[in-house]
């Protein structure tokens, strides 16, 4: 009973968000004007030659049954040869239409020994970031991505928190020689990842199965990146740097969700792996509990906002199954009815909109520094790419703050524990001739990122922006500020006499909007382009709207928003705080249905 009870709990607190894929456009998103839209790579998966890492040592260690630790006993190599073939790949980002790469530094290379500095390894990342910006690039920098000198590692690497200086010390060379040139810095790659797979499954260096040392680990990584965030605040650059960490969520559901256990547990997980870090940077608290496997708790208030923006990367999520066993109380399943990726990931867009509005709790701008497929059949990356970059849109319509969006990953590559068969590029890469070839599925992804965004139509104002002051005059001789209305949600109509459009499109503001709306508190004006009183008088009486309508003289209302000689037939929609929040254009049926649940949504609020 009692446990009904609880179930009953979950499912209603949890529900299972489902979109109906058959009704959605998905290729009809307009992503902001200065959105950042970039590829991402790691340093030991492309580069080649990383023979001084940890990762190294494991690609050429076996377990203890013999076998090789990486699948079909891969080795990086030579990887994608990405050292020397950089110029060339940046070549492959402009074909795209990116702007922004993420790419990763290899402390192996920097400080192959502990004080030893590789000058020309700087050097060469300094190159790297020059060819980016004289290409139109900019470089994101990640400091640690899953890899490290194996001196480090034998000093005990993060399982021991006096290691973190030297991570710091580390962080602190490349800064000094990049900073003047890199904007935007990531930290630490997805402890989570890292601490899971090296200390949990056992299957990234250095192979332990420990909880309680997992837990130590996390703590340490999280700690080090504060320590790593706060230093680097402090140095030359340091103010004007981007500087965040990068997180990686996924979500842990119940496989059966009548079960209690497969609740609990899922919810035990998605605390361990996705909460805890977020409670951390928020609250300074941390708590890493797993029943019968670990329980630690730490605090620590200067962790609280040490971020500048936080790095999301999303793939998809485990289904949790519970089982009655102190030594392994669950296992994580797949359901026959999910579209399976290559990696045990199934697609599942909604969880990357869900992932969105977690992470906004850390209320940080976001980037999502990674999100890719792995499909070397390469007939699922389309739908992929549209599905999930929709439900990215749609978490900006609702509001969150999400800045940027980088494609995991530009070129195939060595894909950690999975070696070389997942195919995570959007270019395929024969590694025998090191030749790139986009993938077809791929065009979906540069066909979005060249596509006009919602302000690029004649817009130029951007969806985040505070809308202009406006001093309007209605058809009945009333005279207000647009900033009269501040405390309420505003619908800006731009329209004239003579637009067919428009004609087209009241009927629906009047009925959809106006008449829904208007006893919520919801401002709708029409204003009308150039025209004189007369003329918009009897306009108003022959299209029958009763929402008020304002004059605009030489358009200068409609020039402060768009283009003076762009076209009429567009909706602005306002917060209460007088930001621009929505903008429609022409007569779009989805994208008018899209204002009106963002209206509905903001009046909710
Ligand atoms: C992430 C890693 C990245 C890549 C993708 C597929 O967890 O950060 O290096 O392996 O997964």
Redesign the pocket.
């Known amino acids: 009973m009692l446990w009904g009870l609880v179930t009953a709990y979950y499912i209603l607190s949890y529900p299972e968000i489902r979109w109906d894929w058959k009704t959605i456009k998905a290729d009809k998103v307009y992503f902001p004007n200065n959105f950042m839209w970039g590829t991402a790579t ?1 340093a030991h ?1 492309v580069e080649g030659n990383n023979t001084n890492n940890n990762w190294y040592n494991w690609e050429h260690q076996k377990d203890s049954n013999g076998s090789p630790r990486i699948h079909n006993k891969d080795k990086s190599g030579i990887a994608a040869d990405h050292w020397n073939l950089y110029n060339n790949d940046i070549g492959l980002m402009n074909d795209l239409g990116v702007k922004y790469y993420r790419f990763s530094v290899e402390w192996s290379k920097i400080e192959p020994e502990k004080g030893v500095i590789n000058k020309d390894a700087l050097d060469h990342y300094r190159n790297v970031c020059t060819a980016l910006i004289d290409s139109g690039l900019t470089p994101v920098v990640t400091l640690h ?2 890899t490290h000198p194996m001196w480090f590692e034998n000093l005990g690497g993060f399982e021991k928190a006096e290691n973190i200086k030297y991570f710091i010390q580390f962080s602190e060379i490349v800064f000094n020689r990049l900073s003047d040139i890199v904007p935007i810095w990531c930290t630490i ?2 402890p989570a ?1 890292y601490v899971s797979q090296g200390y949990f499954n056992g299957v990234f260096p250095p192979g332990k199965r420990d909880p309680t040392l997992a837990g130590y680990v996390m703590k340490n990584l999280l700690n080090a990146h504060v320590r790593v965030y706060r230093h680097l605040k402090t140095l030359p650059n340091g103010d004007a740097a981007q500087i965040g960490l990068v997180k ?1 969520i996924t979500q842990f559901d119940p496989l059966r969700r009548w079960h209690v256990l497969d609740w609990y547990l899922s919810q035990r997980l998605n605390d361990v792996f996705n909460n805890n870090t977020i409670n951390l940077l928020t609250t300074g608290q941390f708590d890493f509990y797993l029943p019968t496997m670990a329980d630690i708790y730490f605090k620590n208030d200067n962790a609280i906002n040490a971020l500048d923006f936080i790095g999301l ?1 999303y ?1 998809s999520r485990m289904h949790v199954k519970g089982h009655l066993s102190p030594t392994a109380p669950f296992t994580f399943e797949l359901r026959p009815q999910d579209t399976q990726t290559d ?1 045990p990931y199934a697609i599942y867009p909604e969880g990357f909109y869900r992932a969105v509005k977690n992470i906004s709790k850390l209320n940080v701008p976001i980037i999502i520094t ?1 999100n ?1 497929i ?1 499909d070397d059949k390469d007939d699922r990356r389309k739908l992929f790419i549209e599905r999930y970059l929709y439900a990215l849109y749609k978490s900006i319509l609702d509001g969150y703050d999400v800045r940027g969006y980088f494609y ?2 530009l070129i195939d590559n060595f ?2 524990a999975e070696g070389y068969m997942m195919k ?1 590029g959007l270019y395929e890469v024969d590694f025998i001739t090191q030749e790139r070839k986009l993938r077809p599925g791929s065009h979906a992804f540069s066909k979005i990122v060249n596509q006009p965004g919602a302000d690029k139509r004649g817009y130029i104002v951007s969806i985040g922006e505070k809308a202009p002051e406006l001093l309007l005059e209605y058809t009945d001789g009333r005279k207000i500020h647009l900033s009269d209305f501040r405390g309420k949600i505003v619908v800006l109509q731009f329209t004239a006499s003579w637009c067919s459009v428009c004609i087209q499109e009241m009927p629906h503001l009047e009925k959809d909007v106006w008449q829904r709306f208007k006893d919520d508190g919801l401002i709708l004006i029409g204003i009308d382009r150039d025209e004189p009183l007369e003329v918009v008088q009897k306009f108003q009486k022959k299209v029958g709207t009763t929402y008020p309508i304002a004059l605009d003289p030489g358009a200068k209302h409609f020039s402060k928003f768009a283009h003076k000689n762009s076209g009429v037939t567009r909706n602005i929609v306002i917060d209460k705080n007088g930001k621009i929040v929505f903008l429609t254009r022409l007569f779009d049926k989805e994208e008018f249905q899209n204002m009106i649940d963002k209206i509905e949504f903001l009046i909710k609020q």
Request: charged share 15%; glycine share 6%; net charge negative.
């Open positions: 790691a998966q991505h899953f790659n997805e990842v990686n990367n793939y990696m990674e890719g792995a995991w990953s894909e950690w995570f």
